[in-house]
């Protein structure tokens, strides 16, 4: 069975400075995705970033980017110039290929931006 | 585009009742999954319906079933309610079922039920 860990429930940042979220996940796939989900109080979740396993290239989007290392299992977030509105609970998740959106989640990382 | 609606977005039930959520998936979309959330549990996969067929299902007991309706529309059902199925239900829906592309799915709001 897949298992993906968040092994930091709570951080906060400075704004503007940078942050990076960690993401460890356990499986014997090859082929597979990785996600980050951002969840700002009571409103929906949104993806930020997605990384297919095949690509060896980190994914980037903005200020959002990945750090994959692929033979350690690990998935980090960085926050470059972290805004108030990045203040979320912050979700990595993980999907088999061909699997029909089984999506397994982390427990989520709190994250606080001050000003 | 419409995003993902829930209806209702609350609900207050009593155990042993049931319950019927509804999700209304962005338009053109197929696919519609389900997850509860609970601070226990954290996001669970429930299932996924894409063409009116059931493709995946989570690790849920059978009171939890679902269906999905020719215009792509889904409902969730919840029988023989239990205080632990007091949690966020949230629909979320994509373009592709299958993994294949890693199709990014779109969540709603959410219905937040609560059973006494």
């Known amino acids: 069975a897949q298992t993906v860990t968040q092994s930091q429930p709570e951080m906060s940042v400075q704004e503007a400075e940078t942050v990076t979220l960690s993401c460890t996940y356990d499986?014997?796939?090859?082929?597979?995705?990785l996600f980050w989900y951002k969840q700002p109080p009571s409103r929906q979740m949104i993806l930020v970033i997605r990384?297919?396993?095949?690509?060896?290239q980190n994914a980037t989007e903005n200020r959002f980017s990945v750090n994959f290392q692929k033979a350690a299992k690990s998935f980090s977030l960085k926050i470059s110039d972290s805004q108030l509105g990045d203040t979320a609970m912050y979700f990595c998740a993980f999907m088999k290929h061909n699997n029909n959106n089984d999506m397994r989640f982390g427990a989520g990382t709190r994250l606080t931006v001050k000003p | 585009k419409a995003g993902v609606t829930q209806t209702p977005r609350y609900l207050i039930k009593t155990r042993g009742q049931q319950v019927t959520l509804s999700c209304s998936p962005i338009?053109?979309?197929?696919?519609v999954s389900w997850y509860q959330q609970t601070p226990g549990q954290g996001l669970q996969f429930l299932f996924e319906y894409f063409s009116e067929t059931q493709r995946n299902k989570g690790n849920f007991p059978g009171r939890f079933s679902g269906r999905q309706f020719s215009n792509s529309r889904s409902e969730m059902n919840v029988s023989t309610l239990e205080l632990g199925d007091s949690a966020l239900y949230l629909c979320?829906?994509?373009?592709?079922?299958?993994?294949?592309?890693?199709?990014?799915?779109?969540f709603g709001p959410g219905t937040r039920l609560t059973v006494l």
């Open positions: 499986t014997s796939e090859s082929n597979y995705y």
């Open positions: 338009s053109g979309h197929r696919s």
């Open positions: 990384q297919e396993a095949y690509k060896q």
């Open positions: 979320a829906s994509s373009l592709f079922s299958s993994g294949v592309y890693g199709s990014e799915q779109f």
